[in-house]
Every structure is written in C-alpha cells, then in structure tokens.
C-alpha cells in the first residue's frame, strides 16, 4: 500500500480516452491508518487435495489488508471456495501459482456491508497444460472493486471466468479482467452478467492481451447487463490486444432494459413491476449460486439475497 489517501486500482494494461474515466480506478485509502491482518500461505499436492479449501475473510473496522498465496502442485486437481466481506475498508491479494497440468476450480464471493469498501486482487500464474475456472459472485450494499490478471505462460493454458455482480442504491462495482496469453495454443473466455438498480454504477474492464509467441491461441469475452433504473451508470470496456497473428479474440456486450413485453408476462401472472425487477436482479447470481457445488457458499448468498432483497 502507499502512503497517499488515494489508492489506484484495476488499470488497463493500455489507456483509452481520458475522457471516458475508465483507464483506472481510485479508492479513498488511509495506509497509515491500515491494519496488516498478515499472509497466509497454502499447498495443495497430491495427498492434501481431497477435500476443497475454504477461506471465508472478514476485514476490520476502518482500513485494513491481507495477502493470500496458494500454490498448486503439478497435476493436481484443486477447489477453492473464497468469501470475503466487511463493514470497513478492507483489501485482500490472492496469488494463485499452478505447475504443470494443475488445475483450480476457483469461487469468490464478493461482498461489502453498506457503506464499506472491499477491493479484491487475483493473480494467477498458469504453466503448460494448467487451467484456472472461476466463477466470481459480486453482492452486498458496499463498493466493490475487483482486479483480476491471469499469466497463461505456458503452452496450452486456460482460464475461464462466470462473473456475476447486482448493484443497487448508489453502489459502486467495478471489476477488471486481463489475461495475458504468453504461450501457445492457450484459451481464455470471459462471461460477464449482472444487473443495476436505483442510482448504481459498474465498470467492467475485460482485456484479452495475445503477446508475441501466443501463436494458436484463443480469447472470447462478453458482458450482458440489464438495466433496471433511469439513474443508474454502465460502462463496459471490452479491449484486445494483440502482437501475434495466428490468434482469435472475439468480443461482445448485450445491454438492456425490461422491456414492455416482458413485464406484460410478468403482470398477466399477477406480479407487479418492483417484483418483476427483483426477479429479474438477482436471475445472474442465482444461475451462478446453483452451480457452485457448495452448501455452505450457496446458502450463504441466498440469505444476504433474501435479506437484501
């Protein structure tokens, strides 16, 4: 951390239009002020890999830190179930180092109490043939700022990210994606799906950076955002950069509204708009809940849905 009251956060690799404001992020951040809640460190090999790992944080009052590093053996397959969540100001680091063909299968939920601030920054570092599948859920009253940058170093790597955010009140959520493709024949794909209330707002930064020597590899990223208040705020930056030729990347964003059809369907069943809205809300968390495989996460999102809801 600096010692500024300013902290810099979830950058593009590449500036855009300054105009636009979406080239980085700033939070207010007090480093002096900030309490170090320590590293802690986690293997996963071949003997210890049974049963998935659980790390639920929870940040102090007023500002405070923690780093997180997990590094996974060579062919191991590996679950990691992460929730973070705070009434302050509270940042966390996760550093994910795969060896050779390992793989994580990786849940984050994301979640800040209202007038609190959680940044969360992911890393991971991807050797040949190891693959990085997460799915990030972003919920709760506070801001959110998610900063997420994969290095698919060796040949044929992978990572995949389910992201799925609800913002409501004057909420802000902003999430920043980069993969890197250093090696050959790697792949990434990006899906993004969420929806704003009342006056929230929402960056989304997805960047598939395909470097010199990246040759066969694959990127695919898109966004769908439903729109549901007149003061809500959007911004979706979709970017690909690219320094090989024989690459693919594809991108994509489908922005939208409830449309009169739509919430016809809703009413000819008897449930009226604010209802319908609520539904439609929390549709992209709930998809993603179900899927997790996890008691204890799901019921964990569903109460703050029901509570915030």
């Given amino acids: 951390m600096n010692t500024s009251q300013q902290l810099v956060v979830n950058k593009l690799p590449t500036r855009t239009w300054n105009h636009l404001n979406v080239n980085e992020a700033t939070i207010p951040w007090n480093a002096a002020e900030t309490a170090d809640l320590g590293t802690d460190t986690y293997k996963i090999t071949v003997e210890n890999r049974t049963q998935p790992l659980h790390i639920d944080l929870t940040g102090a009052e007023g500002y405070s830190c923690r780093r997180i590093a997990v590094d996974v053996a060579a062919g191991v397959k590996a679950t990691v179930y992460m929730v973070l969540d705070t ?31 959680l940044y969360a ?11 990085v599948d997460m799915t990030q859920i972003l919920m709760g009253q506070g801001d959110l700022y998610s ?13 995949s990210a389910q992201i799925g955010y ?7 959520i ?13 792949e990434c794909e990006i899906d993004t799906s969420g929806a704003l209330k009342d006056a929230a707002k929402k960056v989304f930064r997805g960047t598939i950076d395909f470097k010199n020597g990246s040759s066969d590899s694959v990127g695919n990223e898109k966004e769908t955002v439903l729109m549901l208040g007149d003061d809500v705020v959007n911004k979706t930056v979709p970017l690909i950069l690219c320094a090989e030729e024989n690459v693919v990347g594809n991108h994509g964003a489908t922005i939208g509204e409830l449309d009169e059809d739509t919430l016809f369907y809703f009413e000819s069943r008897g449930i009226d708009k604010q209802t319908a809205e609520n539904i439609l809300a929390r549709a992209a968390i709930e998809r993603l809940a179900r899927l997790l495989g996890d008691s204890e996460s799901e019921e964990y999102i569903m109460n703050r849905l029901n509570g915030e809801l």
């Fill in 87 to 117: 009434q302050g100001s509270f940042a966390v680091e996760t550093a994910f180092k795969l060896h050779d063909a390992a793989s994580l299968r990786l849940v984050q939920v994301l979640g800040a109490r209202s007038g609190a601030l």
């Fill in 166 to 172: 609800l913002g409501r009140g004057s909420q802000t």
């Fill in 147 to 159: 900063d997420n940058e994969t290095e698919l170093v060796g040949d044929g790597s992978r990572y």
């Fill in 174 to 186: 902003d999430v920043n994606v980069v993969v890197n493709h250093y090696g050959k024949n790697t």
């Fill in 121 to 131: 920054k992911t890393n991971a570092d991807c050797a040949p043939d190891a693959g």
